[in-house]
Every structure is written in structure tokens, then in C-alpha cells.
């Protein structure tokens, strides 16, 4: 089962066996796969085509992880007024120690002004020798969120170990 087809299922309240939700690479994602917070909202309302950016961190050690998932809430906090920021969700696969983002842009421009942002920059610094990162950019013509997630959802289930 597809994880689109174990998402339809889910919202339909099904159960889906943790065997049975894989990524495009036909991996399984665990249980459900990434733990997705709400979308935080951005000041770009109708944004029509965006860039999207996903962000996938895997923590060496798992005492660092904490930290690194508040860093992200923190930053997460001032989202609404994230100059041409469309949305962001915060994700996470706890049991792999690995969490991340995927947030929407109405341009480059604006990623790239959110990365250099002293508060990100302070992050990624304290961070940096804490795991190891991925990160992965696209351009959208129409943005729907569920369209969005899915795309990302696959690419976080890439980064999978092959089952056993």
C-alpha cells in the first residue's frame, strides 16, 4: 500500500498496518510514517506558484534531539510574519531519530532571506556537528497542500533504510 493510499485510508479511520504504508521506493514508513504538526500559516495567503523546501536531519546522538525539535517550535512560533513564507509543516520519525520541515515559498528570494536569517543561521551552527542533513527544493505551479505533503512525504520515505 502506497502511503497516499494509507493516508485516504486513515481519513477514512481504517487501520493501516505498519507493513503495509511504504514510500515511492516501495520502503515502509513505519506505523504512519512522518509525524506531521499542523500547517503554521505564513503571511502569503493565495499564493499560486511557490518553491517548496524540505529539510530532513537525522541526530547522531539521541540526547541532541530534544533540542533540535525545540529549536524548530521556536523558530516555528514566528512563522505568520515570515516575509513571502506560504506555510510550514514540522515533521518527525522519532524512532529514527530524524526530524525536519517543509516549507512554502512564493520565491527563492524569500527561502534564501529565511536561511540567512540570524536565528536560523544560530541554529544550524549549534547544530551542525549534531547529525547529518538533506534537504530538497521544487517549484509548484499550483500549490495544494495535500499535493505538497505527499511529494514530501516520499522524499522523507527515500531516506529509509531498506527493510530487513
Not at 54 to 83: H, N
Not at 118 to 126: D, E, F, K, Q, V
Request: glycine content about 8%; charged content about 25%.
Amino acid at each position: 500500500m502506497t502511503i497516499c493510499h494509507a493516508l485516504n485510508a486513515l481519513d477514512r479511520g481504517e487501520t493501516v498496518p505498519a507493513r503495509d504504508a511504504t514510500g515511492a521506493n516501495g520502503r515502509p514508513l513505519g506505523v504512519l510514517g512522518p509525524l506531521f504538526m499542523p500547517r503554521a500559516a505564513g503571511p502569503v495567503e493565495n499564493a499560486s506558484a511557490v518553491v517548496v523546501s524540505v529539510t530532513d536531519f537525522t541526530t547522531a546522538r539521541l540526547p541532541d534531539a530534544p533540542g533540535i525539535v525545540r529549536a524548530g517550535l521556536r523558530l516555528r512560533r514566528g512563522w505568520y510574519a515570515m516575509p513571502g513564507a506560504v506555510g510550514l509543516w514540522l515533521w518527525s520519525l522519532p524512532l529514527e531519530r530524524r526530524s525536519g520541515s517543509v516549507s512554502v515559498w512564493t520565491s527563492e528570494e524569500d527561502l534564501r532571506r529565511f536561511v540567512a536569517l540570524p536565528a536560523h543561521l544560530a541554529i544550524m551552527r549549534r547544530f551542525r556537528k549534531a547529525g547529518t542533513l538533506r534537504s530538497e527544493m521544487w517549484r509548484e505551479e499550483r500549490f495544494v497542500p495535500a499535493d505538497t505533503i505527499l511529494r514530501a512525504r516520499h522524499w522523507i520515505a527515500d531516506a529509509l533504510p531498506s527493510a530487513p
